[in-house]
Structures are given as structure tokens and as C-alpha cells.
């Protein structure tokens, strides 16, 4: 592999991405919200800086949790639990009421950080 910095980056415009049809309505509903309120996410530490990384790891659940708190609409009432798993924070959600046909299911969403 070659010098990264020895090439230019491709530089792509800012451009508008519709939350897709085929999600959920309350999934539409919770992106919709996120990114009418999006949140600044600071730049990456360098590689060696372990220390950096675990601000850094520190600052993203925060992030997380305030995505997931924010603005909530009627009947978004499910309580948030932070749980630690392994020495990584998780957010259970244990829900309020009858899961119908996706009982047993489960979204696992694992994030970069």
C-alpha cells in the first residue's frame, strides 16, 4: 500500500438522503427526529492515543444516549437502560407493553467508535 497522503481525497458535496420507505414507521419516525437535531461528534484521536480513544468512546455514548432521548413524541415512553457488557456500554430498552408478533425479537446495533 501506497502514501494515503500522497493522493488527493475525493471530496463528495453535501447532499439530502430521504429516510426509506421500506422502514418502519416509528423507525422513519425516531431517524426523522435525529436528524432534525444532529449532533456534533469530534474528531478522531490518533491511533496510539489510548486515552483519547476512551474520551472519545466516552463522548459517542453520550452522543448516543442524547440521539436516543431526543425530543420524544407521545408513546415514546420505553425506559432507557445503560448496561455494560463486556466493557462496552449497551442501551436495553425493555419496552411497556405487548410486542404482538415481534416477540422475541431483538435490534442489535453495534456502532464504530
Known sequence: MGDVDAYPPLRIPERSIPVPNSLSAEARAVLGRAAATP???PPY????DTA??????????ANMLAMIQALPEPGDDAECLVLEAGGS??????GTGDAGEDQGNVLFDVHGG
Open 45 to 48: 484521536p490518533e491511533l496510539a
Open 39 to 41: 449532533i456534533e461528534w
Open 89 to 94: 456500554s449497551c442501551f436495553h430498552f425493555p
Open 52 to 61: 483519547g480513544w476512551l474520551h472519545y468512546a466516552e463522548a459517542a455514548n
